[in-house]
């Protein structure tokens, strides 16, 4: 009831100043245009040409379990996150040649059906990727950004995560194990997805305008998971850092030049104790990703047939009760944009993953996902999915489920 009344409060805010706005901007709610408040009777683009570029956005994931192995319940839940947001030129603000700026507020709310379906219970993998790391206010970034050297060396530092960095990816999928960069959802002990920040500084150089190579160090702070310490900026804490490599090639391959991106990576911990005070080994662990346009439709490149993977790698610790004990996984998939020349931005995408715990008595979990996303306006995509769940919890005689879904995305 009370995620009810939140998620309804926040609809009304939302309705009551998008109404506010279209009495001052005639393109408000314009299905041509990437944002639902317009361009706010022109200030927002003016906003953006004086270096100052600021964000809205929301998710929102229902979920309810179609059909079960082993239960009949068929429970639903909805979780949701807005974020609020702004990019900052300070060349153009401060005449600071070459440096940006970013502060990033985020507020996750809602329920998660694995952690209540009975016939979820104990799932490696999420099928609501979007709920998690304390259902609260968070600053997620807040960082500046600096390039030398004719813009080859970039040096960003401040507060942010691994995986805007590092093993990042998309995330259209709902649910988790084929939604962004994987490191993070199974060593999430140490290494932290979005929305929680740290301290942390990233230093890319680019090898050649497709080719760069970035190392980071981010403080581990097991204090950042608190629900109440969204915004702690302090240090008290730390207990070490996670350091991540990675080499990232960006090409553009065929006579068409369809855009790709290939990460290889690696990180060490330098972290000897959990959050139970007991002393553990140094972590590491590895990763390859592969992203690669494969079709153009009729020389139109927005359109075509994409397809990716990825496998993930950790040394799991069975002694240290913070290890989710994953040893390794894998995800691929196929997304195809502008099937239909009436839908000419729709997407249609299958993905499939396998989570493997290296333990006695567990094997491999598997999660597949089937979505349709329709691009309803330019500000407002809607994904319908169907997912499938076999040896849920890893376990050799696990549930097998099937869950329904639906993921929409908006800009503000």
């Known amino acids: 009831m009370k995620t009810t009344k939140l998620t309804l409060t926040s609809c009304v805010c939302v309705a009551i100043l998008a109404g506010l706005t279209q009495a001052q901007a005639s393109t408000a709610f314009d299905s041509n245009s990437p944002y639902m408040l317009g361009d706010w009777n022109g200030q927002r683009e003016v906003l953006k040409s004086q270096g100052y570029d600021f964000s809205l956005g929301y998710t929102g994931e229902l979920a309810t379990i179609l059909d079960s192995k082993n239960t009949s319940s068929h429970p639903t839940k909805y979780a949701d996150q807005f974020s609020l947001g702004a990019d900052l030129d300070l060349n153009k603000i401060l005449g600071w040649q070459d440096t940006q700026a970013g502060i990033t507020l985020t507020y996750r709310n809602g329920q998660n059906l694995t952690s209540s379906a009975d016939a979820l219970q104990h799932q490696v993998s999420q099928v609501q990727e979007v709920y998690g790391r304390g259902q609260t206010w968070r600053l997620t970034n807040l960082w500046v950004k600096k390039q030398f050297f004719d813009q080859k060396l970039d040096i960003k530092v401040g507060r942010f995560g691994e995986a805007s960095e590092f093993n990042s990816a998309d995330c259209n999928f709902q649910n988790l194990a084929l939604c962004g960069g994987q490191v993070g959802n199974w060593a999430g002990d140490q290494w932290y997805n979005w929305p929680v920040s740290q301290w942390a500084i990233r230093v890319k150089y680019n090898l050649q305008p497709d080719l760069f190579v970035q190392v980071g160090a981010f403080e581990h702070n097991a204090e950042n998971l608190d629900r109440g310490k969204g915004f702690n900026l302090s240090t008290d804490g730390s207990n070490g850092a996670l350091i991540p490599v990675e080499m990232v090639w960006q090409p553009k391959l065929t006579a068409q030049h369809l855009p790709g991106e290939y990460r290889v990576g690696y990180y060490y911990s330098t972290v000897d104790k959990n959050t139970s005070g007991q002393r553990i080994d140094h972590k590491q662990g590895a990763w390859v990703s592969a992203k690669q346009q494969l079709t153009a439709q009729a020389g139109d490149t927005s359109r075509g047939l994409t397809g990716f993977a990825s496998a993930s790698f950790f040394d799991h610790d069975p002694t240290n009760s913070d290890d989710g004990q994953v040893s390794n996984m894998q995800n691929i998939g196929l997304s195809y944009v502008g099937l239909f020349d ?32 329709m691009n309803v306006t330019n500000w407002l995509t809607v994904r319908p999915n169907v997912q499938y769940v076999r040896h849920v919890g890893a376990l050799k005689d696990g549930n097998n489920a099937w869950v329904g879904g639906v993921k929409f995305t908006t800009a503000f």
Do not use: C, P, T
């Open 342 to 373: 009436s839908r000419a931005k729709d997407e249609i995408a299958l993905g499939f993953s396998r989570i493997h715990k290296n333990v006695s008595g567990y094997n491999s979990e598997y999660n597949a996902e089937l979505y349709y996303g």
